[in-house]
C-alpha cells in the first residue's frame, strides 16, 4: 500500500513512556516530524533511533505557541498535517477509516478524529467521546490565536496549544474509526494536568467574546461556563446519560474528576473577575 500523503506532526516533552511504543504505529504516513520541547529524559534518543525528523521548539512566551509555530517555521512536505499526541495510538481500525475518507478528500479541508479513551490502565467503554479537528490541510488554517502575553503562566504547558481547535476555511468531514488515547501517567499526572487546563478554559472563557472562534460544542459549553452547575450537569450526563456507570469504579472517578474541572473552572473565573 502507498503511504497516506499526509505528515504527522507530534508535540511533545518528556515522552520515553509513550514513543517507543506509538511510533511503530506511524508506518504508513509519508513524513513524521516530532517537535520536542527542551526534554530531560531519553525522548530525543529515541526519536532519532526511529530515524524520524527532530525538530526542537523553545517558547518566547508569545504567538505563536508550539503547533502554529511548526506550521509557520517548520518546512512540511505534505499538503495535509495530523497533529497526534505522544499518547495518542492509532488503531487499525482508525487507518481504515482514513483510508475510506481519504478518497474523497478533495472534498474536505479536514477531518474531525474520534478516540478511545483509556483510564487508571483501561479503556472506558462508555462516557463522551474525546474529538479533535486533528487533521488538515496546511493551506485552509491555522489553530486559532489566543494571546499569551499577559498571563503566561495561564498559557503556558510548554507553549503548546491545549483547547486550541484549527480554524479552516472549508468543509470538514468525519472519520469512523477511533485512536487510543492513553492517560498512562497515573492519576497524579492526571489531575496536574487538569488543573493546568482548568487555568486556561477560565482565561479562555473571559476572553472568548472577543475571540467567537468556537466550535458548536464550544459555544454550548461556554454559554453554561459561568454557573456552579455545569459540573454537576456534565456528571449526570456522562455517568448516567451516556453509561459511564456501567464502567464499574473507574467510570464513577472519571465523571467525578470531570465535575470537579468545571467547578475549577468555575473558581478560577471568579478569582480572575475579583483581582481585577
Known amino acids: 500500500m502507498d503511504k497516506f500523503p499526509i505528515t504527522v506532526i507530534i508535540p511533545v516533552r518528556n515522552e520515553e513512556k509513550n ?3 506509538m511510533l511503530p504505529l506511524l508506518k504508513d504516513f509519508d513524513e513524521v516530524i516530532v517537535v520536542d520541547s527542551q526534554s530531560t529524559d531519553r525522548t530525543q534518543e ?15 512566551g508569545h504567538f505563536p505557541k508550539k503547533r502554529n509555530w511548526t506550521l509557520r517555521n517548520v518546512p512540511i512536505k505534505n499538503e495535509w498535517v495530523f497533529f ?10 482508525f487507518l481504515k477509516g482514513l483510508t475510506t475518507a481519504f478518497k474523497d478528500a478533495h472534498n ?8 478511545n479513551c483509556y483510564f487508571m490502565g483501561k479503556e472506558l467503554k462508555h ?49 469512523h474509526g477511533k485512536i487510543d488515547h492513553k492517560e498512562n501517567r497515573g492519576l497524579e499526572a492526571y489531575i496536574q494536568k487538569h488543573n493546568e487546563f482548568s487555568s486556561w478554559e477560565a482565561t479562555r472563557f473571559l476572553k472568548s ?35 459511564l456507570f456501567l464502567d464499574g469504579r473507574r467510570g464513577y472517578i472519571y465523571a467525578q474528576f470531570k465535575k470537579q474541572y468545571f467547578f475549577n473552572i468555575k473558581a478560577k473565573i471568579e478569582e480572575i473577575r475579583n483581582s481585577n
Open 19 to 21: 514513543l517507543p511504543h
Open 46 to 60: 529515541i526519536v532519532k533511533d526511529f530515524g524520524y525528523r527532530l525538530v526542537e521548539f523553545e517558547w518566547n
Open 84 to 93: 497526534l499526541d505522544a499518547d495518542e495510538y492509532l488503531t487499525q481500525d
Open 108 to 115: 474536505y479541508v479536514g477531518f474531525w478524529v474520534t478516540y
Open 127 to 175: 462516557g463522551d467521546p474525546i474529538r479533535k479537528l486533528a487533521l488538515f490541510k496546511k493551506s485552509a488554517g491555522e489553530y486559532e490565536r489566543i494571546d499569551a502575553e499577559d498571563d503566561n503562566k495561564k498559557w503556558g504547558y510548554a507553549g503548546l496549544e491545549l483547547h486550541e481547535h484549527p480554524v479552516l476555511n472549508g468543509e470538514i468531514g468525519f472519520i
Open 209 to 243: 467574546k472577543e475571540k467567537g472562534a468556537l466550535t458548536f460544542r464550544q459555544k454550548v459549553k461556554y454559554g453554561l461556563m459561568d454557573s456552579w452547575w455545569l459540573g454537576r450537569l456534565y456528571y449526570i450526563y456522562i455517568y448516567w446519560w451516556k453509561g
